[in-house]
Nanobody
Framework: QVQLVESGGGLVHPGGSLRLSCAIT????????MGWFRQAPGKEREFVAV??????STSYGPDVKGRFTISSGKNSVYLQMNSLTPEDTAVYYC????????????WGQGIQVTVSA
């Protein structure tokens, strides 16, 4: 069974950096786009970043643009997060669109990122 497995989360001080990884496990997944979303306590899930398989184009949410960078390998996607602030504290979810629908149809279990002094 194909799964998305996130890693690399944790506690970081404001101004620090973290690199999240998401691996496709349990089989082969041909994806059209992979990305990251996040959800902070009491808030709606928020789009963070996406990368498209064709051409490698990327897009970012307004709150992270210029600070976060998404990249990918064949079976993985990464999120480099710099200049972190407490407002970046959230559970981060990896997602994949395998049907070219424009919406994710695979989700990871989520990983906690906490930015605190």
């Amino acid at each position: 069974q194909v799964q998305l497995v996130e890693s690399g989360g944790g506690l970081v001080h404001p101004g620090g950096s973290l690199r999240l990884s998401c691996a496709i496990t349990g089989g082969t997944l041909s994806w059209y786009a992979m990305g990251w979303f996040r959800q902070a306590p009491g808030k709606e899930r928020e789009f963070v970043a996406v990368i498209n398989w064709t051409g490698g184009s990327t897009s970012y949410g307004p709150d992270v643009k210029g600070r976060f960078t998404i990249s990918s390998g064949k079976n993985s996607v990464y999120l480099q997060m710099n200049s972190l602030t407490p407002e970046d504290t959230a559970v981060y979810y990896c997602a994949a669109d395998s049907s070219n629908s424009g919406e994710p149809d695979y989700w990871g279990q989520g990983i906690q990122v906490t930015v605190s002094a």
